[in-house]
């Protein structure tokens, strides 16, 4: 009977320390996720576009592409920065409608 008690212990012990481990790595990521989530909230109630992730990869496209045309003016491209500003800012402004 100690012999069975003694395994007992240690497996119980083991499957504390496990537990411990998964609440605690659920905890993070949990509040992790939960962070990114209200961040994804607001920035999408700010802009006042829909939460889905068709929008968010149109805003991020469009981010770039209104980027690309900042660094073409940077660049000294006229044109390229014209035609890349006006392209970036067209998808912006129709994600936003």
Do not use: K, Y
């Not at 576009?49 to 968010?56: E, G, K, P, Q, V």
């Amino acid at each position: 009977m100690q012999v069975n008690g003694f395994f007992d212990e240690i497996g119980e012990t083991i499957g504390e320390a496990i537990r411990v481990v998964v609440e605690f790595l659920l905890g993070i990521f949990t509040n992790f996720f939960g962070a990114f989530g209200d961040f994804i909230d607001g920035l999408t109630r700010s802009l006042g576009i829909n939460d889905s992730f068709f929008s968010i990869a149109v805003l991020v496209v469009g981010l770039l592409i209104l980027f690309g045309g900042v660094r073409a003016f940077l660049r000294g491209s006229l044109i390229g920065g014209i035609f890349r500003t006006l392209l970036g800012l067209f998808i912006l402004s129709w994600l936003m409608m």
